[in-house]
């Protein structure tokens, strides 16, 4: 039988769930592409984002790094947690016995059982999933385990997926509320070390025995170049070469190869 979840945490069965997109933009992007049925382990999720408040008590015991904020973060305690690199959300949630979601467990609690588009159901708003979940949607994108990958989730192993076993960018879940009602199905990415007001996180916990499996393949070039011209003047972007001799340049929340002028 699956351990109890704490309490301020929510705990998910076993079983399987669809997960992904399939539609014409702008009902989909590319990168959630395709929709494919997934079997988790059990595991339970933060009910709620790590808030500063709670940060501050994994720094007051000398676990976390203090928070690179402007502000004093003692008056900020209920915003959530943001400012902080992968690797610092990451080492957070082990400070509390946790760990931070895949981007699979971070889609179940998303989408439940039943692939609804939005975290609250079918109608286009934000708020608590019908299981319990706060501010999956319409706060703060949110860290979660996996590399990202552009390809979307093709090569997602069918069970309890980790996704690449290598990369330069993490995957981030959620979008701020600026945006209007999020898809559940939406995904982002973020350099690991990068420090943004927009992105925050919550912590996972496994429920019983699980084995993560990886993605098979890393990632591969698809569809025509990116043109020099398309990088408009003012952007920055960060480049590096594959195995192949390509290079591939990321920026301003885009992705792509950069080919031939």
Not at 6 to 27: I, Q, S
Not at 143 to 150: H, I, L, N, Q, S
Request: glycine share 12%; with cysteine.
């Amino acid at each position: 039988l699956a351990a109890p979840a704490p309490p301020d945490m929510v705990a998910f069965p076993a079983g399987d769930f669809v997960m992904g997109c399939e539609g014409k933009l702008p009902a989909c992007g590319d990168d959630e592409r395709p929709i494919r049925r997934i079997t988790l382990s059990a595991f339970a999720l933060d009910r709620d984002l790590v808030r500063v408040g709670d940060y501050l008590k994994c720094v007051q015991a000398k676990a976390c790094q203090p928070p690179p904020l402007f502000y004093k973060p003692e008056d900020r305690a209920q915003e959530a947690m943001t400012e902080i690199t992968w690797a610092e959300a990451q080492a957070f949630c082990r400070w509390r016995g946790r760990r931070l979601p895949t981007e699979a467990e971070w889609a179940r609690a998303a989408r439940g059982t039943d692939g609804r588009p939005y975290v609250s159901g079918r109608q286009a708003r934000n708020g608590a999933t019908p299981e319990g979940v706060k501010a999956l949607m319409g706060e703060v994108k949110q860290w979660v385990a996996d590399w990202y990958d552009p390809e979307g989730h093709g090569r997602l192993a069918d069970r309890d997926p980790s996704g690449l076993p290598a990369g330069t960018r993490r995957t981030v879940r959620g979008l701020e509320g600026l945006f209007g009602p999020g898809r559940a199905a939406f995904r982002a990415s973020r350099h690991p070390d990068r420090r943004d007001h927009s992105v925050g996180f919550r912590c996972a916990l496994d429920r019983g025995p699980r084995t993560l499996s990886p993605s098979k393949t890393a990632p591969s070039a698809r569809g025509a170049p990116w043109p020099v011209a398309a990088l408009a003047l003012g952007e920055v972007h960060t480049c590096a070469l594959d195995a192949a001799g390509a290079a591939w340049c990321w920026g301003n929340d885009t992705f792509g190869q950069l080919g031939p002028g």
